[in-house]
C-alpha cells in the first residue's frame, strides 16, 4: 500500500507539472486538460496519505509535494469557478435589438441523433447556429431549418471537419478559409444585429493534439493564434466560437486571450465542461466562444446531449460599448507577442 501510494502520488504531481514544458509535442499537452481530475485526485490521495503512509520523512516528503501541488491547482481552476473574477460582466438590460444568441454544437459525425439537434435548436431559438464534425447526411438533416435560417455558409465534409453555419441575421463578406491545412476549414463572416451594427464571427475547429490525428499543437496553435492576431486587428467587435480542441485554461488559450484582447464568458462563472458527454469524470471545456470587450452577458449554458460526445453550448451576448471600461481585458507583453508570432510562423504538416 505504502509503494502503491507513493508511486500515484509522484504520477499526480509529474502530470501537474509535465504542461509546463512548452513543447508541441502531444504527450506534453494533453496533461492541460484534466485540471479539476488532478485536483480531486490529489486531494483524495493526501488524505489517504496521511491515514496509511507510515509516518517518516518519506511521508513528510510526499505530503509536502502533495500540498504543494494542490494548492497549484486551486490557483488554476480558482479562475473558472464561481468566487473567480469575471472578466465580462452580466449585461443589466433585458435582450433586445443589440443582442446575438448564439449555439454552437459538435455533432459528432456518426451520431444519427439529428431530430434531436433540430428540438434543441428551436428550444434555445438562437440566431446563429455553428455544427460542426457535419458531412453531406448532416447538412441534409439540417434542411428544414433553411426557411427559418436563410443566410449560410456550409462546408461539409467526411474527414469530421465539415461545417454547417446557419443564420437568421444577415451576412456580408463570407468566406471559407484553409488557415492551416487544406482539408481543415474555418469560417469568417459578418454578422449583423438587429440594431445594423455589424459584428465579425470566425469559426473553428482545428486538430486536437492527439496520436490518432496529429501528434502535435502545432497546427492548433497556429490557427488558433492566427485568428487571434486577425480578431486584434479588426475594427469591427468580434466573436470567436467554435471546438477550439483546447481547454479554457491552456497556455496557448491564454496566450489567444492576451493577443486578441478577446473575453471568456466562463471565467468567474463556472467550467461549463463540453466534452465529454459520455464519461463524467473525463469532462473539459472544448468548446468556446470568445468576445470583444464590447459586449455584456446575458446566458451561457451547456445544453443536454444530444448523442454527441460534446454538449452543445449556447451564448446569449450583448452588444454595449459602455461596458468596454468595465470589462476585464487581457493585455499581451513583448514576451507574448513574440511567442505568439513564433507559433504562427511555425513550420507545419500539410
Known sequence: MQQVLFYLSITVVLFTLIPLIRHDFWIFRVFEYPRLQKLVLNLVL???????????TLKHIVLILLILNLLYLVY???????????????????????????????????????????KLIKKCNPDVVLMVE?????????????????????????NTYGMIFYSRLALRNGSINYLVKEDIPSIEVDVQLKNGQWVKLYCLHPEPPVPQENPRSTERDKEILMVGKSAKECKLPVIVMGDLNDVAWSYTTELFGKISGLLDPRRGRGFFNSFNAKYFFLRFPLDHIFCSADFALSGIKRMESCGSDHFPMCVNLQFNPKVEQLNEQPVADEADLELAQEKIEAETEN
Open 46 to 56: 493526501l488524505v489517504l496519505n496521511l491515514v496509511y503512509f507510515p509516518t517518516d
Open 76 to 118: 488554476q481552476v480558482f479562475p473558472f469557478t464561481i468566487f473567480g473574477k469575471k472578466q465580462i460582466i452580466t449585461a443589466k438590460a433585458p435582450a433586445d435589438d443589440r443582442n446575438i444568441s448564439l449555439l454552437i454544437a459538435n455533432v459528432y459525425q456518426d451520431n444519427r441523433q439529428s431530430e434531436s439537434y433540430l
Open 134 to 158: 457535419t458531412n453531406q447526411w448532416w447538412e441534409q438533416q439540417m434542411d428544414v431549418i433553411a426557411a427559418e435560417y436563410p443566410h449560410q455558409l456550409k462546408v461539409p465534409l467526411e
